[in-house]
């Protein structure tokens, strides 16, 4: 397993340093985790950090080993204590795992977790009923204003664009406007024929958007492959994408050779993190 590019007291360290200056900085937390700090607050999306499905899934014949060591025990994040927004793109555990929420929750009184409406008996069963006051639920096309925050739900397909009975999505992305800065977060999605349309008019700066692909051996729903997550951006005319979800289980991930290419093809323009690694927005 090899060491992410910076973890514990060294990756929070970074993190400090941008809070105190007041400046912007954007990690990637690993899986389809980021962390987003502005103005010495902090959002953190999808995040997974904790070792849960790795011993969930010990002895069986989906092991989930891990490629990437853990950038930070969510304890030692949450101490930091600047976190206004947690997303839960849905319900898949390296998308919503008590293990890493709770920490933040807990830490962090002013917190709220966003999350698709259609999935809230299961953040109540998985949290605690104590916790529904913390509860921000979004749906396909709904915007919320939270503070200096701004998020909109845009329906995600894993596979397809699932429902509940009451007509909610059960898989989300999130376009957050906040401090000047448009991002979208798919969350596990593949394209779908209201992906574009979706996000064409709302001016995404920069896209977090998932490269392992959808490879029916692996037995788990699928997501865009390299080559999509370079074009659905340049769709979109949003001006920087960042892939995600690789690099984190052996089972399921991919280089990211092809989105390299084919963002260079399209004249996209993209940046590579490294777990634990910052982007300088300069």
């Not at 919503?96 to 709220?112: K, Q, S, V, Y």
């Amino acid at each position: 397993m090899q060491q992410a590019f910076q973890t514990d007291e060294t990756f929070l360290a970074d993190v400090r340093h941008v809070l105190a200056a007041g400046s912007r900085g954007l990690w990637w937390l690993g899986q389809s985790g980021f962390l987003l700090v502005q103005k010495g607050r902090a959002l953190v999306m999808d995040p997974y950090l904790s070792d849960s499905l790795t011993r969930k899934y010990a002895g069986t014949d989906k092991l989930h080993v891990r490629i990437t060591g853990r950038v930070v025990e969510p304890a030692s994040l949450a101490a930091l204590g600047v976190v206004d927004f947690i997303t839960s793109s849905h319900n898949h555990t390296d998308h919503f795992d008590p293990e890493t929420i709770l920490p933040l929750l807990a830490a962090n009184p002013r917190a709220r977790l966003v999350l698709p409406a259609a999935n809230r008996g299961l953040a109540l069963e998985r949290l605690g009923p104590g916790m529904a006051s913390r509860f921000l639920e979004l749906d396909d096309g709904t915007t919320v204003q939270a503070g200096s925050v701004e998020i909109t739900g845009i329906a995600s397909a894993h596979p397809t664009v699932e429902r509940d009975e009451s007509g909610h999505c059960r898989f989300l992305g999130y376009v957050m406007r906040w401090a000047g800065l448009t991002l979208y977060h798919s969350g596990d999605t593949l394209w779908h024929d209201g992906l574009v349309p979706s996000l064409s008019h709302l001016k995404v700066d920069v896209t977090l958007l998932p490269i392992n692909g959808d490879r029916p051996e692996r037995r788990v729903a699928g997501n865009l492959d390299g080559r999509q997550a370079a074009q659905l951006t340049h769709a979109i005319g949003a001006r920087c994408v960042i892939p995600c979800h690789y690099d984190l289980f052996e089972f399921n991930t991919a280089t990211p050779d092809e989105f390299v290419a084919e963002c260079e093809r399209l004249g996209q323009p993209y940046h590579l993190l490294r777990n634990g690694e910052a982007w300088d927005f300069s």
